[in-house]
């Protein structure tokens, strides 16, 4: 006699699953330990990088402040007509600066009655950032022409 087998149909649930043997449900007290361990060493690894960030971004921004100081400065002192040697200071918010004009070279021109003057200007910007001195230079060469009385 043949001996016929049944199979589940594809249209048939799952079989439910094997029950499982009774024993402890949860996690043990070293795995809590140990989660809590690993998510404290995550959060002060944030904490640094976070802390690190707002220093960087602080710098960045007192470096801009300083540029923009030094940019204006220079800008006040390229008006002037004489480029005479001379040094002078200030301070502007936190800034403290210092202007220095330096002739570098005269050129008479006998027939035109003029004289040729270039001279180097250079404005440093000094500020306190988190304890520690920071400092910032430009300089320009500002050529101008005189008449030669």
């Known amino acids: 006699m043949a001996r016929t087998i049944f199979t589940r149909s594809p249209l048939q649930a799952p079989a439910p699953p094997a029950p499982r043997p009774p024993g402890p449900e949860g996690f043990s007290l070293l795995e ?9 060493m995550v959060l002060v690894v944030l904490l640094q990088v976070l802390t690190s960030a707002l220093r960087a971004q602080e710098a960045s921004w007192g470096n801009t402040e300083a540029v923009l100081v030094a ?18 200071q200030g301070r502007d918010g936190r800034y403290d600066y210092v202007v220095k004009v330096t002739p ?24 306190q950032e988190w304890g520690r001195n920071k ?15």
Do not use: H
């Not at 070279?105 to 500020?127: G, H, M």
């Open 32 to 40: 809590v330990l140990v989660a809590t361990t690993i998510m404290g």
């Open 71 to 88: 940019e204006k400065i220079l800008q006040e002192n390229c008006e002037i007509s004489t480029l005479a040697k001379a040094t002078s």
């Open 104 to 127: 570098q070279y005269e050129i008479a021109e006998p027939f035109a009655d003029k004289r040729v003057l270039c001279s180097l200007i250079q404005v440093t910007v000094k500020w």
């Open 135 to 149: 400092t910032l230079e430009l300089q320009t060469i500002r050529t101008a022409a005189q008449k030669v009385m």
